[in-house]
Each structure stands twice: as C-alpha cells, then as structure tokens.
C-alpha cells in the first residue's frame, strides 16, 4: 500500500510458490497502473565471493529467537531457506550485502574482524528489520 496515494493491493495464494507469484501479479499491476515507486531496485551483482570462501557465509541463524534461517552453498552461488518455504538464491551486492530477489529483502552479514567470521546477520524486509545469530550445526 502506498501511503500517500490510498492504492494498494493484496493478493493472496496457495502453494509453496505462491510468493513468487504473487511478487510477478503485484510488479505488473504497478507497471498497468503507474505506481511509481513500486518496481524493485535494478539486480546488480556488484560482488562475487570467491568460492573458496563461499562456507564463510554458510549455517544456521537464529532469527529473533524464534525462527531458523539456514544458508547453504550450492555451486558457486548461496541459497536462504525459511522452514516451509523453497530456497531462494542470495544475489551478492557487497562482501557483506546481499539481496533476496523476489522478497523485497536484504541479508547484511555482521562481520567479525578477530575471527574473520559472520557470528551474526541483520535481515531486512518490508521496512522490518531482524537480527539472526549463527547457531551450532547440529548432525543427526
């Protein structure tokens, strides 16, 4: 919704992917109606982790104490995985910045300089922001 103008929109679906539907039905409605302002930022990649350094990034985070982020690599490119959601690819900006096409969402790792580590990460989302702590792997 934007807040000056009164317009809006809602759009509700069932699926696993339904997310990423709901992003494309919301993108062309504000290209049929002129929302300015609405249209996503262009996807830059301004930044590519080298492979080798690509475990840095990986683990487990726990969001707000309540929710677990998961990070994984999977060829030369990070994925994010929400419990009951599919994995999204996470689009490097900066060493540290990443964007999550689709959700409107940025990931900005906390880097830690004594042990060269990402302990922490700062997620923010539709104007949100959270905060998600490393957390021990854990095998079964």
Not at 41 to 53: A, G, N
């Amino acid at each position: 919704m934007f807040g000056q103008s009164g317009v809006g929109m809602v759009v509700m679906t069932s699926g696993d992917n339904g997310f990423m539907l709901a992003q494309s039905i919301m993108r062309a409605c504000a290209r049929a109606y002129g929302w300015v302002g609405y249209q996503p930022p262009p996807r830059l990649r301004v930044y590519k982790p080298p492979v080798t350094r690509l475990e840095l990034y990986c683990g487990r985070f726990l969001v707000d104490d309540r929710l677990t982020l998961k990070i994984y690599a999977e060829g030369e490119n990070l994925h994010a995985v929400f419990p009951g959601q599919p994995a999204v690819a996470l689009i490097p900006v900066t060493e540290t910045l990443f964007s999550l096409p689709g959700l409107s969402s940025q990931i900005d790792y906390k880097l830690d300089v004594a042990s060269e580590t990402f302990p922490e990460l700062v997620i923010k989302q539709n104007g949100r922001t959270f905060t998600a702590t490393r957390t021990p792997e854990i095998n079964p």
